[in-house]
Nanobody, 123 residues
Framework: QVQLVESGGNLVQPGSSLRLSCAAS????????IGWFRQAPGKEREGVSC????????HYADSVKGRFTISRDNTKNAMYLQMSNLKPNDTALYYC????????????????WGQGTQVTVSA
């Protein structure tokens, strides 16, 4: 059974850092495209950062460039999103996702999803 489970979300103050984790089971993340997405209330789900099937270099949304870092650990079958200098606009439900083959960071391109972890940035 394919499963992704996120953790690490929290309520933090602006300027803080958080590390989100996503543990995979039932399949190996090694050769999958992976991504982190987020959805704020009333907004469409957006791609935050992805590592695509055809490009080993991470892709980032403009709004998080220089602040977020995506990574994966194949030995642990997990992926991570390190977030720093968090801003109130980063408040959202964050999801990890994986797909056997994906060449873009659009949520419609990914078929396996976690349940989400809430990140709230507020003073």
């Amino acid at each position: 059974q394919v499963q992704l489970v996120e953790s690490g979300g929290n309520l933090v103050q602006p300027g803080s850092s958080l590390r989100l984790s996503c543990a995979a089971s039932g399949f190996s993340l090694d050769y999958y495209a992976i991504g982190w997405f987020r959805q704020a209330p009333g907004k469409e789900r957006e791609g935050v950062s992805c590592i695509l099937s055809n490009d080993p270099n991470p892709h980032y949304a403009d709004s998080v460039k220089g602040r977020f870092t995506i990574s994966r650990d194949n030995t642990k079958n997990a992926m991570y999103l390190q977030m720093s200098n968090l801003k109130p606009n980063d408040t959202a439900l964050y999801y990890c996702a994986a797909e056997e083959y994906a060449t873009d960071c659009r949520f419609t391109d990914y078929g396996s999803w976690g349940q989400g972890t809430q990140v709230t940035v507020s003073a």
